[in-house]
């Protein structure tokens, strides 16, 4: 449903047509697309807003819009300016490359510039990050509402600080923050969206591992299961990271370890491809011992052991082994987060759920 076209050589927003002037268009045969040359035909959706379709034929490659689409992108372009920012709907553009762009609403403030975009039909995450790649080339940045992939978005993603993007439902409302779409968009020109999380915030990390008695030197290995980042009194904004993610027991042993708050080095088990299931390297002998069980996901009670205070927390689950709960509130150092973000991924989050932390100064506006 795109809302620009062009009457007697003007380009013309249907929105910003009067009801009156707009009917006026109706039967004229004139009228063309600014995407396209092909005839438009002035119309109306189901809800009454006017738009422009395409005529009969017509050799356009724009996608073909929804009543969601139209709504967002008037809803998008009405709180941006309530923001303070020019926003305009449907602005073409070309990047330095030569490659040709047009944004949903394009907001800008000074030099500032930031594309919104509302994605309802399916996009691979490779095509996403091509489009965003040409937003980037053009000093644009952008951020994406979609209606595809709402179980990878409801997850911290390693490309969230190259391609912004949340999960939107058809109503318009942004799960995520619980709130609806054109308080996130003032949310976001305000600056008061974050990456979660964030060099120089402290975070409250907990690793989750299981312990097991060595068979051969009978000595005591922490294997890691899983390890959580929660911020400091918002154990419901938890990242999780399994253990099969490369590397992660280093990690942790290296910012737990920092804090004091190591008991058991941690272990990082493996497939093995001679086992139904994986093994792990006893830290004293080096013998390569089975994993008898895997944790299963309790994502609710993870995150009440995330909230506690306490640095150390043992539970015997049997004869030769137990649950280690190894916790402590840390701020990462650039190169901690890095490691963490390109491994793990990022998710954001209101500024304003981080009440009572001290802000870094490089992190504020």
């Given at each position: ?17 009067s009801p009156s002037a707009f009917d ?320 793990v991924g990022s998710c954001w989050v ?16």
């Open positions: 449903m795109p809302l620009r076209a062009r009457v007697d050589g003007q380009e013309v927003l249907s929105i910003d047509l006026a268009l109706r039967g004229r045969r004139d009228i063309t697309m600014s995407c396209c040359e092909a005839n438009a035909v002035p119309k109306r959706s189901v809800t009454g807003l006017p738009f422009f379709a395409h005529g009969r034929t017509h050799g356009c490659d724009s996608a073909a819009e929804t009543e969601f689409h139209l709504r967002g992108k008037l809803l998008i372009r009405d709180a941006a300016r309530e923001a303070g920012w020019t926003a305009q709907v449907e602005v073409p553009g070309t990047a330095p490359g030569g490659a040709r762009w047009r944004a949903d609403v394009l907001c800008e403030d000074g030099g500032r510039q930031v594309a919104f975009e509302l994605q309802r039909s399916g996009i691979t995450l490779a095509h996403l990050g091509e489009r965003q790649a040409q937003y980037r080339e053009s000093g644009v940045r952008g951020m994406w509402f979609m209606r595809t992939h709402e179980r990878r978005l409801k997850e911290p993603q390693v490309w969230q600080h190259q391609t912004p993007a949340l999960y939107v439902t058809e109503r318009h409302h942004v799960p995520a923050f619980q709130l609806a779409l054109s308080e996130v968009v003032r949310e976001a020109l305000h600056g008061q969206l974050l990456l979660f999380p964030a060099p120089r915030w402290p975070v409250r990390v907990t690793a989750l591992s299981h312990t097991y008695r060595c068979h051969y030197c009978r000595n005591v290995t922490a294997v890691l299961a899983r390890v959580l980042l929660a911020p400091i009194g918002r154990p419901e904004i938890l990242i999780e990271a399994p253990w099969t993610v490369d590397g992660l027991a280093g990690w942790a042993n290296e910012v737990l370890g920092r804090a004091g708050a190591v008991s058991f080095p941690l272990l990082q088990r493996k497939d093995h491809k001679s086992y139904i299931g994986s093994v792990y390297e006893c830290g004293q002998c080096s013998k390569m011992l089975f994993v008898h069980s895997r944790p299963k996901d309790r994502l609710e009670s993870w995150r009440s052991i995330a909230a506690q205070d306490d640095p150390v927390e043992q539970h015997p689950t049997w004869m030769d082994g137990g649950s280690l709960a190894m916790r402590s509130v840390v701020t990462l150092t650039p190169t901690e987060h890095q490691w963490f973000r390109k491994k209101l500024r304003r759920w981080l009440r009572g932390v001290d802000e870094p100064e490089d992190q504020r506006g």
